[in-house]
């Protein structure tokens, strides 16, 4: 059985029991495991077609890091100038266009101009880390559009949400939040199939939080709701093996495997920077499943 969902006027993302690879594509200076990895547009738009050709079904430019600030990130990342995010995310996003007219692409902004700009880029999704109170302005922008948008579960901003979050059960307060902000989002006039909820790991929350949000995909959202799960390299994952940000592959497929299970009952995107690996290994777990090609397309 497979699911299609639009997810603007031009493209679609089909999916089967697997979770399909949104590719993390930042172009920023400062992300907390490749910042700065990109001399030019170019080379990132080139990185950008790789990723499809490998198999990602969407990527997600970013041009501002959201590295939360916290005990990991200390003071975490500095805000720039919706300008400067324009000038970094744009030129990539209109070169990888014209490289993959069929490709989703996704920007990773919490600005309305940001976001109008890429829609008019040629953008799919707006994927907004600051998920739960989202700009009313870019509510309406994303319905106009008839884009799809990301809700990611961040209490305060990336700089303040550690110090605005506390649960005392973060699995049903987690699901209540995300609950809220898709209603919210609806009654702006996002369709339903159309809003992906993200749990938002790293943001606000401890290790042993995570790992419950992880365990507990599932029952986030009500069956059929989309999910993105952006657990990859992350802090959390760390606090097992003791291993850093860039040695964190093992640990990142085991959070794949997990989200492999909630794709059983609803669209699963996970948002990854190893995209080859991860592919290769859900190509293994389709064989395994007898699912064979059905994966996200």
């Known amino acids: ?24 594509l930042n ?11 990109f001399t ?10 790789r990723y499809a050709d490998l198999g990602a079904a969407i990527v997600d430019i970013g041009g501002e890091s959201t590295r939360p600030k916290g005990r990991t990130y200390g003071e975490g990342a500095g805000e720039i100038s919706s300008d400067e995010e324009e000038k970094r995310v744009l030129p990539v996003l209109s070169l990888l266009r014209s490289m993959r007219p069929s490709l989703a692409l996704s920007v990773d902004t919490r600005r309305a101009s940001v976001a109008r700009a890429a ?8 994927n907004v880390v600051t998920g739960l109170d989202v700009p009313a302005d870019l509510l309406e922008l994303v319905a106009s559009r008839g884009a799809a948008i990301v809700l990611n579960h961040c209490r305060g901003m990336p700089s303040t949400t550690f110090e605005e979050s506390s649960f005392s059960d973060v699995v049903s307060e987690v699901t209540a939040d995300l609950r809220a902000a898709r209603a919210r989002a609806i009654s702006a006039g996002i369709s339903e199939q159309r809003i992906f909820l993200d749990p938002g790991f790293g ?13 507990a995909l599932d029952r986030l959202a009500p069956p059929s709701v989309p999910l993105v799960v952006g657990a ?32 059983r009952t609803r669209p699963v995107l996970v948002r990854v920077h190893d995209v080859e690996e991860t592919v290769r290994f859900l190509a293994v777990l389709a064989k395994a499943d007898g699912a064979g090609s059905r994966r996200v397309t």
Do not use: C, Y
Not at 119 to 126: C, E, M, Q, R, S
Not at 203 to 215: E, R, S
């Open 1 to 24: 059985m497979r699911d299609t969902l639009s997810l603007s006027k031009a493209r679609s993302l089909s999916f089967g029991p697997l979770p399909g690879v949104m590719a993390i």
């Open 27 to 37: 172009v920023t200076p400062d992300s907390f495991s490749d910042g700065g990895r």
């Open 40 to 49: 030019s547009a170019e080379a990132a738009a080139e990185e950008g077609a």
């Open 119 to 126: 829609l008019d880029a040629g953008a799919d999704v707006v």
């Open 203 to 215: 943001f606000g929350k401890t290790p042993d939080q995570n790992f419950a949000l992880l365990g």
């Open 232 to 263: 990859s390299r992350k802090a959390f994952l760390g606090a097992v093996s003791g291993a850093l940000v860039n040695d964190r592959l093992p640990e990142s497929l085991a959070a794949v495997a997990a989200s492999a299970a909630a794709a």
